[in-house]
């Protein structure tokens, strides 16, 4: 799969584009970003995140939840409202090559930071930004109707869909014309000179179909974080990720993405590249913690919806339908709405009050976690099946390391036996490596992102097989009282130094 890397790269950098909508005379004053892809370079079709127009809305934020509302014209937008659009040099076309011989223009932010002519991530000039319009707002309505279904419960105030963390200061009126552009994305088409309508015709990047990418799938996703800020550095930065899971077009992926990448493009890595979703939120918090997840939208059915707003709104704007990317390929390995492979099932939720994680079931009615989701022995908790999503089956704590183990771990009974489920069976080896997350170093208050310790499935499976068979505790009590080392491995500190023997 390493070898398909480079043509995703190539696809991704090739259509990757930055849009920023500011008011008419006051173009610093107050503006917006996002991420974008180009669709089609002559004429040029860029299709964008949506939630950068709700200020220059007539009618508010509240037109995108008006009944029937799947999609709203150029005009809803006031008139002072003003676009650009910014990419790097394409390779190989006559624009492209001219600009990279002559200085680019840089971001107000940028100039004062360095006199020298600004380059892209390749060290070539970036192109000027070129103005644009607004064709149509759209959402998927398909897309919608899963959010709202997933997210649209009163369990969906813990999450928080915004650009910001959750102690940053958003006003609820912010917060709120978020939400209701989540959904949103905006197909513009770009004001060229005369002299670059010739440079390149038909669509800049193929789709890949619904369905056409497996859960577990590695993708590529490319934006500009920060929107318009300095894209002389950040324009299409890649991130590598795998697709997480999908229901129908709501895809997610752990591909890192920060604020200003919404409406970025997420490729298949494959020869073709294909283009599979659009970023939609790049940062995810539940009850007050970031998820290390971003929100998508499968292109797919994204562009049908595109197709069918331009051909209502008039001659000239359908007969831009026929340009945009077509559906190539065919499904590639399982649909979307497979399930997964079996050992997926055995993943499950688990809730304790406010605090939730995950869990793996190793007993028809045992599942192990984490203490810190589940600290207090007796505690009662809620476990969520994958399959079916909707299930439901209570437990409770039978077992939780204490605070000074540094062994995570807690083990949960439940009341009902999980049906359909495919048991793991535990190894008897493992392999050295480490599981991606986050520790801190508590001596020097450093937190080092992407790095934790995994707990090897031989260090608990002889005292878990005995509590299955016997009920007894004794087994588990054993990871309260490990050796000194240990611990101080796991409090990320140097081994005690051997003491120095006398030579009397």
Same mark, same amino acid.
């Given at each position: 799969?390493? @070898? ?13 584009? /930055? ?14 970003? &996002? *991420? ?9 079709? $860029? ?78 000039? %970036? ?25 649209? *419960? ?15 200061? /958003? ?35 193929? /789709? ?26 950040? +324009? ?20 890192? &993405? ?16 294909? %283009? ?7 940062? &995810?918090?539940?009850? @007050? ?23 209502? +709104? ?40 406010? /605090? ?10 045992? %599942?192990?976690? &984490?203490?810190? $989701? ?30 000074? *183990? ?6 949960? *009974? ?61 087994? +588990? ?28």
């Amino acid at each position: 799969m390493g @070898r398909h890397w480079g043509p995703a790269m190539r696809v991704a950098e090739q259509v990757g584009c /930055v849009v920023s909508a500011s008011w008419s005379g006051q173009p610093e004053a107050d503006s917006w970003s &996002c *991420s974008g892809v180009i669709l089609s370079r002559s004429p040029g079709l $860029v299709l964008c995140h949506g939630g950068i127009f709700t200020p220059f809305l007539r009618a508010g934020s509240g037109a995108l939840t008006a009944a029937g509302a799947a999609f709203l014209p150029g005009d809803s937008c006031c008139d002072d409202l003003r676009l650009h659009v910014q990419w790097g040099p394409t390779a190989g076309s006559p624009a492209g090559c001219a600009e990279r011989a002559r200085p680019g223009l840089c971001t107000p932010h940028c100039a004062a930071l360095k006199p020298s002519p600004p380059a892209g991530p390749h060290g070539r000039p %970036l192109l000027p930004p070129h103005p644009a319009e607004l064709l149509l707002l759209l959402s998927c309505p398909a897309f919608q109707a899963h959010f709202a279904r997933l997210f649209g *419960s009163e369990a969906a105030e813990q999450w928080r869909f915004a650009r910001a963390a959750p102690d940053d200061e /958003v006003s609820e009126d912010e917060e709120e014309d978020q939400l209701r552009a989540l959904g949103w994305f905006a197909l513009l088409r770009v004001k060229h000179g005369r002299e670059e309508e010739a440079d390149e015709c038909g669509p800049a990047a193929a /789709v890949a179909p619904l369905g056409a990418v497996p859960k577990g799938a590695p993708l590529l996703a490319c934006g500009t974080p920060f929107g318009s800020f300095c894209p002389d550095i950040f +324009l299409n930065t890649l991130s590598r990720g795998v697709l997480s899971n999908a229901a129908g077009p709501l895809l997610l992926t752990d591909a890192r &993405c920060l604020p200003g990448t919404e409406g970025g493009g997420v490729f298949a890595v494959r020869p073709g590249g294909e %283009l599979v979703a659009l970023v939609v939120a790049p940062l &995810c918090w539940k009850a @007050r913690e970031w998820v290390g997840l971003t929100l998508l939208c499968a292109a797919a059915p994204l562009l049908r919806a595109a197709r069918a707003a331009l051909g209502r +709104l008039s001659p000239d704007a359908a007969s831009l339908a026929a340009l945009l990317p077509p559906e190539v390929g065919a499904p590639w390995g399982l649909p979307l709405r497979d399930s997964g492979p079996p050992w997926a099932a055995a993943a499950v939720l688990v809730e304790c009050g406010t /605090v939730w994680g995950s869990g793996v079931v190793v007993a028809p009615r045992l %599942l192990v976690t &984490c203490r810190h $989701v589940a600290p207090r022995e007796t505690a009662r908790v809620l476990v969520r099946p994958t399959t079916p999503k909707t299930a439901k089956i209570w437990g409770h704590v039978v077992f939780a390391t204490q605070e000074t *183990s540094p062994y995570d771990i807690a083990v949960v *009974s439940l009341e009902e036996e999980l049906k359909g489920v495919h048991m793991p069976v535990p190894t008897k080896h493992f392999h050295e490596g480490i599981v991606a997350s986050n520790t801190r170093d508590k001596n020097t208050g450093a937190t080092y992102p992407h790095l934790n310790f995994s707990i090897p499935i031989t260090v608990l499976q002889p005292a878990l097989q005995q509590y299955s068979q016997t009920g007894d505790l004794a087994g +588990l009590r054993e990871l309260d009282h490990t050796a000194e080392p240990v611990r101080v491995v796991w409090r990320l500190q140097r081994p005690l130094a051997e003491a120095l023997r006398s030579k009397l």
